[in-house]
């Protein structure tokens, strides 16, 4: 009898092995053993003369346990569990439902067939992890599928659909979801006798491969995207050619040593972080399943401007149908037509089906009449950023939508107090802060207020999910947590070329740290003018001073960058002089700056700010900030965030170094840099 939570029977001479390990049935060390056992024992039954192997519950198996990475290894592993399945003298069939991910699909790969329900998906994302397929991925795949599709999937990291599988030769059938059990079977009996297909033994696939050695430069001429400088995507890449060039048992020991090299490294340990970051997120105190959320069917968005707009087409294309209300006819034309647009190229560009663009404009409802909220369970405006504008529209959007109806703020730093004051529903009213362009960007910052009810972030949270977004909640504070950090950065970002430092080397230090740009191509892209005005202007800022010059960012082509017609920068003289002329009359002193101090500079109070955001309670714990500056800023996934990147380089460095610059170490990053701790745990 296997160990559960593996349990067999027999249908006939078909032993089932079933696998119940909620939530994703991960191949942690009892499901691997009972595995192990299964297997020998089908292979050991003379009456038993194939054997189908599936899960119950929502997916076949989902990978390795991630929980188990960094722990003493526990046998059997993975990798010898997956020999032993493809070398069973008896036909072993997977019978794939949900997602077989990674060492799920690496099983999968094992077994002789492979009979996938419609709708499941297949993928190895172990590069999103920091590693590579670790139990023989990268050797089977290419075998079954051929070398570029198996890059794509590895590389990538994206599962691709049962349909797909079968396409490319890495299903055998596929069948509809409830007769997966049974269709595993009768193929099981279909087959018995038949010589056994083993993936490793195939060879016309690697063959076609050494016929065809560019194979490798064109990926990487056509995904090049994909390797953003990670070590993961390159070892991936030299495992599938490890397949090519090598028999298969050395392919597998060159893939298990570029395993073993990426599990050790920071990388991987940041992007395993993320991962458990990411879905900690979603977990907020208080808020367990007996908080249930309100039903979301009909979405008013106040303001069809750039956000506004963004914002509907979350709801839009989520099946939600949306009132936008606007105060001017051709404002509000011109926000309808701007969602046509951007439907229309994601058509063109194949993200979405003509079918599937023409639904979702079909649920937009424009008007002038903020009456016609009424109906509406759900308003987010998304006005001018201005506390009398906003406190006004929530007072006369309280007295038109009906009771229960929740309220939301895309302010990106408002006191959302004072905003659900201006009603007589502050239970009711939170932040939704979307990040531009909202219909692109993952991130939500949910910020509750003092009177926020949790069934109303309750709704808020699984709102957030139903529209893909990533959704972090905060306490309200002036920028609540993105904003509220990336203001240091702003200002060291500032002083730093008032002392001397050039605004190009400030941005070059960013993006060799793989941010995707700096604060300054950041500034001439939004615009330097944002918010300047001629008639006022003083020329008492650096951004002044440049305005004043003519100088409005890559909108005019030029800023603290020339731009080219491609909108290219180079460094600008001028801009530099206008630097020179600002520095001279104030009369600071200039000195060089070398790169190590710019990103202590730009990045240590980014990290203190973050430690007062957590003491402070803004944010329930300091991975949400990881979560909120992966997916809101671009920092760079391969440190993992910026307060599991201070824990990496050590808190003790960082509090020196904020010593250093004469910054106040927040108590919370002391205590824990004096105690050796960590803020990621
Ligand atoms: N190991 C451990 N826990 C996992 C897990 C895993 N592989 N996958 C999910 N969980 C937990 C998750 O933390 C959460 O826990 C709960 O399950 C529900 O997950 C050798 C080395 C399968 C698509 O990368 O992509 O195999 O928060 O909220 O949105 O080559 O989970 O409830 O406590 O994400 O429905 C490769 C990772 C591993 C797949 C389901 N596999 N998982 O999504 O639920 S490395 C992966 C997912 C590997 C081998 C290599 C998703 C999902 P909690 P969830 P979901």
Not at 185 to 213: F, Q
Not at 457 to 467: E, F, N, V, W
Not at 518 to 523: C, E, K, S, V, Y
Request: overall charge negative; glycine content about 10%.
């Amino acid at each position: 009898m296997a160990t559960a939570p593996i349990t067999t029977r027999r249908d006939g001479d078909i032993l089932v092995i079933t696998s119940n390990n909620p939530p994703v049935n991960a191949l942690g060390a009892a499901v691997r053993t009972g595995l192990m056992a299964a297997v020998l024992e089908g292979a050991a039954d003379a009456d038993v003369r194939a054997v189908v192997l599936r899960c119950v519950g929502r997916t076949f198996f989902a990978g390795a346990d991630i929980t188990e990475f960094g722990q003493p290894p526990v046998f059997p592993l993975l990798p010898e569990l997956v020999e032993v399945i493809e070398g069973s003298p008896k036909p072993i069939v997977a019978a794939i439902h949900g997602t077989a991910l990674g060492g799920g699909l690496e099983v999968a790969l094992a077994c002789h067939y492979r009979i996938a329900a419609d709708g499941a998906k297949l993928g190895l994302p172990e590069v999103k992890l920091g590693l590579l397929p670790g139990a023989g991925g990268t050797q089977r795949l290419p075998r079954l599928v051929g070398v570029t599709e198996a890059l794509t999937m590895i590389v990538g990291g994206s599962p691709v659909s049962a349909e797909r599988a079968s396409e490319i030769g890495l299903v055998d059938r596929v069948v509809g979801a409830d007769a997966l059990e049974a269709a595993a079977i009768a193929y099981a009996r279909d087959i018995i006798g038949e010589p056994l297909p083993r993936a490793s033994e195939r060879g016309e696939r690697i063959a076609e491969a050494v016929r065809d050695p560019a194979v490798f430069d064109r990926f990487r001429q056509a995904h090049g995207r994909l390797l953003k400088g990670l070590r993961a995507p390159e070892a991936c890449i030299a495992a599938v050619r490890a397949a090519v060039e090598l028999p298969f048992a050395d392919g597998l020991l060159r893939e298990r040593a570029l395993f073993q090299e990426l599990l050790a490294g920071d990388e991987s340990k940041a992007q395993r972080h993320y991962f458990f970051a990411e879905r900690a997120a979603g977990k907020i105190a208080g808020l367990d399943a007996s908080v249930v959320p309100q039903a979301i069917e009909r979405v008013g968005i106040v303001g069809a401007g750039t956000m506004g707009g963004g914002i509907a087409m979350n709801f839009l294309s989520a099946g939600i149908p949306v009132t936008l209300v606007e105060r001017e006819q051709a404002a509000l034309d011109r926000g309808v037509a701007t969602i046509g647009g951007n439907y229309a190229r994601n058509v063109r560009s194949g993200r979405m089906s003509e079918d599937a663009a023409g639904a979702a404009m079909a649920l937009l409802r424009p008007t002038l009449a903020l009456a016609d909220l009424a109906d509406s369970d759900l308003v987010i405006e998304a006005v001018f950023e201005d506390l009398a504008v906003k406190t006004a529209l929530f007072a006369e959007l309280d007295r038109i939508v009906k009771p229960g109806a929740i309220l939301a703020s895309n302010t990106s730093y408002l006191d959302i107090d004072a905003i659900a004051a201006a009603t007589g529903r502050p239970e009711a009213v939170l932040g939704l802060h979307f990040f531009s362009p909202a219909n692109i960007m993952r991130l939500l910052e949910v910020v509750r207020g003092a009177a926020t009810a949790p069934e109303v972030l309750a709704t808020a949270m699984a709102l957030s999910k139903r529209i893909g977004k990533i959704a972090v909640v905060a306490r309200t504070c002036d920028g609540f947590i993105g904003n509220r950090m990336l203001k240091p950065r702003q200002e060291a970002a500032n002083q730093l070329v008032l002392e001397g430092a050039k605004p190009w080397d400030v941005d070059r230090v960013l993006t060799a740290f793989r941010f995707p740009m700096g604060p300054f191509q950041m500034a001439d892209l939004a615009g330097l003018d944002l918010g300047w005005d001629a008639a006022t202007s003083q020329g008492a800022t650096l951004r002044e001073a440049m305005c004043e010059a003519g100088r409005r960012g890559q909108k005019n082509g030029r800023g603290f960058y020339d731009y080219d017609a491609e909108r290219r920068g180079t460094p600008s003289p001028q801009a530099e002089a206008i630097i020179a002329a600002f520095v001279a009359k104030r009369g600071t002193v200039q000195r060089a700056v070398d790169d190590a101090e710019i990103l202590e500079r730009l990045l240590y109070p980014m990290v203190n700010e973050g430690a007062r955001i957590v003491e402070e309670g803004v944010a329930q714990r300091a991975s949400d900030i990881d979560v909120v500056w992966v997916n809101g800023y671009g920092w760079p996934i391969g440190t993992g965030g910026p307060m599991f990147w201070a824990d990496t380089i050590g808190l003790d460095t960082v509090a020196a170094g904020l010593e250093r610059q004469g910054v106040a170490v927040a108590p919370l990053l002391r205590r824990l840099a004096a105690e050796g701790g960590r803020f990621t745990g």
